[in-house]
């Protein structure tokens, strides 16, 4: 069989992974992958897009999202009200390519419920997907850790991945979710906080699954929530647990609810502390972060960090969601609404931004607003804009309560964004966080998702409407409209590990769980079609 | 995977999945021979009967007003009914997996139709209004200190649910079992459940709600003054309520039929507590799949409980159900015991128009619709995945083949036929 071309003729691509910055080129893909031009003269593409004038870009990628799964159903269950920021799985697919994305991860799923997760994504059409994996307060993992065994620790972080099909490991307030299980103010407040029964502390948590992690080689690290998330003061903590991280690769989750100056319940005192945060990420390359952005408007709250779920609907007085999930973890789930007048939400808003434009390396940061906890995924144009124009920025910035104008060091940032820099927080950096070698860049081979934007003076209008969106090689939005909605593909990891564990893991999780161990792991046919990512 | 092994003539099911009741048992040995199922090693009554009452349908495989007729028959009728109504309406859902809430989603989009989990409107209500503070079973298993149950009778509905996952196990946490817990019981008649109670407190029929409120005051501290409430002692409540306070991880357990202001007087309650100490709380679900009903119907279309597909502009919301089955004109019961409906407001409306019912009874009743057609057993014939009372998906395998097609299959032969009529 000839294969079939697809030809994108003429645009202007930016292709940072590949040293490209605008420059005018062709691009061909054929069976879902960018391939070589034929040598053949005579080979007609099936069909060519004329992308003249256009900006070409890869399809973007989202690395921290909440977009299936228990807490997130639960939410569209609790808030139907906000069934904007929280809609159907078909719908989250949609917009997602609608806005340019065609890979998106969801950066809390409890193991037990996987195969909840995994039935979601097969529904969320357009986009490949997949998850991380929590086990942050995971009994297994302390219990090997008090016993000293990283061998028998790192082999179940490999078969925990394994039979959940998830992507990466992920910790959520590593021991203080333990503790909040067992007393009503339980809790972590640092990286030396004892977990109850288990003997150990948070910071041991975190250097042995980044270590089991790294051991593992999978090919995105421990992905972090740390302690004290939201909570003035928490930069104390947070630069504690980057420093804990030495030695090993770490994600470090929306940096944002993570930098917090002030304490003591005085709120004049709340703050950025952005400032020593952002210098210790730049000197640390073994680091990466995203920064979820907040975005005026509601929101909802929705964490694994179950105490920080009682926080929430206890401050706003709201409906509050809270499953505690055997063994494992929390969720919490709270509605939220950000309003430029508060001060605490402002500084909220700039420290987010801080984090963008003192960034060194922009290869080492990524967009986010972690969907839906700092607004929707849908607000990524408008950031973008945030970060393009600093006279736009300046403006927003004005808006806001004297205090936050006049302490944030945003008033004296002058940086925008290059088109070459946002294709790197929007897909080509996250991809590489990810370690994804086949997205985020458009070189030979790489999967064939591409973005096509009409330039605009206004960069909201022009990441808010792409042209084209191709999925895999098949054209998913045309003329700003919806064509196809492709099945996407689950992306997980499969590790090797030692199997010798298993015995005793079994013996563990039958006296402790209140499912069967056979009836744990996710089946190949539960998750559609996919790809194991090596 | 198959996890089957067969030993002489008898195949073997390891760890099976009992959809008897909300319990969700996930370690029944099914032991089967031909067609037949010979053992349920393991279930207790409820799920003895589930199992081995299953004998392999004979007749018809469709009725058409109460005379036989074969499967593509019943589905053109089916689809001309449904595809001929203005306002059809898509109801039940509790006796399929996923794959069978997917298409049924499906079709009542390709219908223009509504869509509806039927008894589930007063925990989403309460949900929506208050929130929910829950877990999943194994959290009361190993945790749980102190255990109340509010009008139930687990020991008859859910027999292994004490034993599971309640009362007995010992675990890390409570190494004594049984002996660390503490099990009140609050009901309005002598129950086969209040028997085991440490604290046993029968209250006055129709006092629930009243009860509740008292609970939630004296949980806050506030004085009352009264010798009784709900026809128990104040001082009775007090003592429940010293109980909520010792507890280092209390779960209240109460009946998932109960009306909606019981549900949310629970619900508030247990978030009460949660500012002293940590409770959780959950309905106890009869058997089937109607969480997963309620899971697959929210994530397919971003709304819980009921649905309603108006062409161009995708699901809305149809609160509680009520709009859509008043206004319906042609019903299809899935897979649901169409007997649930009588528990619902409408239901004299819905027994005047045309029904067309799929199920895996065994011996279904030939005029329970003006179309009946016959799915695989759910539970036994069927695989795929269901949900927990607690939410926690398992897999559910098939241990007999069936003759009969699947829910999904049957659903997706009416939407195909539907589209057929319209092109
Ligand atoms: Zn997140």
Known sequence: ?????????????????????????????????????????????????????????????????????????????????????????????????????????????????????????????????????????????????????????????????????????????????????????????????????????????????????????????????????????????????????????????????????????????????????????????????????????????????????????????????????????????????????????????????????????????????????????????????????????????????????????????????????????????????????????????????????????????????PRYVIHRGRIVVEQGEIREATRGRTLHVAPDYDRGVEPDLQKWFESSYSIRWRNYPVEADTIGESEVVP | MDPSRTVDDRRIWPDSVCTACGCLCDDIVVKVKGDRILEAQGACSIGEGHFLGNRRGDGPEAWIHGEPANFDEAVERAAILLAGASCPLVIGLQECTTEGHRAAVELAESIGGGLEVPGVSATILSLQSVGEVTCTLGEIQNRADFVLIWRADPVRTHPRLFSRHVLEPRSDFLPGGRNDRFLAVVDIRETTTLKEADLAIPMDEGAEVEALWLLRALVKGIAIEAEQIAGVALKDWQALVERFRAARYGAILYDGRSNGLSVRGIHSLVRELNERTRFVVMPLHSGGNGVGARNVLTWRTGLPGAVRFVEGQGPLSSDAGLPSATAADAVLVVSGNPMVMDNEPTTEVRRKIPRVLLTG???????????????????????????????????????????????EAVLRSIEHRVRERRA
């Open chain 1, 1 to 465: 069989m000839i294969p079939e071309f697809l030809k994108i003729a003429g645009g202007t691509v930016y292709d940072p992974a590949n040293g490209i910055d605008g420059e005018v080129r062709d691009l061909w893909m054929s069976g879902g992958k960018i391939v070589e031009a034929p040598s053949d003269f005579e080979t007609r593409p099936a069909r060519t897009i004329d992308a003249k004038g256009l900006v070409v870009m890869p399809g973007g990628v989202d690395m921290h999202c909440h977009i299936v799964g228990s807490k997130v159903n639960a939410a569209r269950m609790m808030c139907p009200e906000h069934g904007e920021i929280i809609p159907s799985t078909t719908s989250t697919g949609l917009r997602y390519a609608g806005l340019g994305y065609t890979t998106a991860f969801d950066a809390a799923i409890a193991p037990l419920a996987a195969r909840h997760a995994h039935e979601e994504l097969v529904d969320t059409p357009c986009i490949d997907r997949g998850f991380f994996a929590l086990m942050g307060n995971n009994h297994y993992i302390m219990r090997a850790i008090r016993q000293n065994e990283p061998d028998r620790l790192k082999a179940f972080v490999g078969w925990l991945l394994g039979a959940s099909k998830g992507f990466a490991a992920k910790l959520v307030n590593p021991g203080g979710v333990e503790n909040w299980k067992n007393r009503p103010e339980g809790n972590a407040r640092d990286l030396e906080t004892r977990v109850d029964h288990f003997e150990v502390t948070p910071g041991q948590i975190l250097a042995s699954v980044a270590w089991a992690a790294d051991e593992l080689r999978l090919p995105h690290p421990v992905h972090v929530h740390t302690l004290n998330l939201g909570l003035p003061g928490n930069w104390t903590t947070t630069l504690q647990t980057m420093k804990r991280l030495e030695g090993h690769r770490a994600h470090m989750a929306h940096i944002q609810f993570h930098s917090y100056d002030g304490g003591d319940g005085d709120e004049s005192t709340f703050g950025s502390k952005v400032g020593p945060l952002v210098e210790y990420l730049n000197d640390h390359p073994n680091l990466t972060v995203d920064v979820g952005q907040i975005v005026f408007g509601p929101a909802i709250g929705m964490t694994a960090d179950g105490p920080v779920g009682h926080f929430l609907g206890r401050l706003y007085g709201t409906k509050w969601y809270s499953n505690d999930i055997e063994q494992e973890t929390g969720c919490g789930v709270a509605p939220i609404e950000y309003r430029n007048t508060t001060a605490v939400h402002a500084w909220q808003w700039a420290i987010g931004l801080e984090w963008f434009l003192l960034a060194r390396d922009p290869w080492r940061i990524a967009m986010s607003t972690d969907h839906p906890n700092g607004g929707s995924f849908l607000a990524y144009p408008r950031i973008i804009k945030l970060l393009m124009d600093a006279t736009f920025r300046k403006d927003a910035l004005a808006a806001l309560p004297a205090e936050v104008r006049e302490r944030s060091v945003l008033r004296d940032l002058d940086r925008q964004y290059s088109l070459s820099e946002i294709a790197i927080i929007t897909r080509a950096g996250p991809a590489r966080m990810l370690g994804l070698t086949n997205k985020g860049h458009l070189g030979i081979g790489a999967d064939a998702d591409v973005t096509i934007y009409t330039p605009d003076p206004d960069p909201e209008v022009m990441f808010a409407l």
């Open chain 2, 361 to 407: 009874n065994q011996e279904p009743h030939p005029q329970a619709a003006e179309v009946v057609i016959r799915t695989a057993a759910f539970g036994i014939e069927t695989s795929g995945t269901v949900y927990r009372m607690d939410g926690v998906p398992l897999p559910l395998r098939a241990v007999v083949a069936s003759r009969f097609p699947t829910v």
